[in-house]
């Protein structure tokens, strides 16, 4: 049983950055894939990164390549997202989910955190 907490969600203007982070408790953290993942309103949650469980593998949605990082220290059982250059259409609630690999499909994650805010302004 993994649990889930996110943070660092906020308001930003357009151009600016936020990082995300997503603590897990559970001495199993370190075997799952982390994904993250967003929700706008009246929008169906949508895949925004994933990485292995050593940090060794990413993938992105393509309208984050460049812009956002994801990251993990399993030390801390953690795993974050760096966002750069932020636009008003990534203004969303941020999930952080655990699951057995890689996926983009959130199908796919057995676990959930309760989501952060994230607001960026034009």
């Known amino acids: 049983q993994v649990q889930l907490v996110e943070s660092g969600g906020g308001l930003v203007q357009a151009g600016g950055s936020l990082r995300l982070s997503c603590a897990a408790s559970?001495?199993?953290?370190?075997?799952?894939?982390m994904g993250w993942f967003r929700q706008a309103p009246g929008k169906e949650r949508e895949f925004v990164a994933t990485?292995?469980?050593?940090?060794?593998?990413?993938y992105y949605t393509d309208s984050v390549k460049g812009r956002f990082t994801i990251s993990r220290d399993n030390a801390k059982n953690t795993v974050y997202l760096q966002m750069n250059s932020l636009k008003p259409e990534d203004t969303a609630v941020y999930y952080c989910?655990?699951?057995?690999?890689?996926?983009?499909?959130?199908?796919?994650?057995?676990?959930w955190g309760q989501g952060t805010q994230v607001t960026v302004s034009s």
């Open positions: 559970g001495r199993t953290f370190s075997s799952y894939a």
């Open positions: 989910a655990g699951s057995s690999n890689t996926y983009s499909s959130s199908r796919l994650y057995e676990y």
């Open positions: 990485i292995s469980w050593n940090g060794g593998t990413t």
